[in-house]
């Protein structure tokens, strides 16, 4: 199941290993690519997190989120890979490797 985290979940779940959806809740693009992601969830072996960017400007900045939706992999407090804009299946699981 994707989780919603606010400021301070994400900074403890990227510690570990996480898949993070940055979105917004007016954004289009950011709704077709959670829709991409309930359907692959099930099948990665990680938290799949959803943070809202508008939530937290200054957290966002911080991580360098310029636009969403961004993805980005974090792995043991450090950011791995990052996609930017909407994604197909595929193309998120390669990430993941």
């Known amino acids: 199941m ?3 985290v606010n ?3 994400l900074k403890e ?3 570990g290993t996480a898949l993070v959806d940055f979105y ?3 954004c289009g693009e950011c709704k077709a690519l959670a829709e991409v992601l309930n359907e692959i969830e099930g099948d990665l072996k990680l938290d799949v997190l ?3 960017c508008a939530e937290d400007m200054e957290l966002t900045a911080e991580l360098g ?3 969403v939706p961004t ?3 974090f792995k ?3 950011e791995k890979s990052r996609l930017i804009g909407i994604r197909e299946k595929d193309e998120i699981i390669n990430m993941l490797k």
């Open 7 to 9: 400021a301070a979940g």
């Open 76 to 78: 043991g407090g450090k």
């Open 24 to 26: 917004t809740e007016s």
């Open 71 to 73: 993805l980005a992999l």
């Open 2 to 4: 994707i989780k919603n």
């Open 13 to 15: 779940a990227v510690k």
């Open 65 to 67: 989120i310029m636009s």
């Open 50 to 52: 959803q943070f809202n």
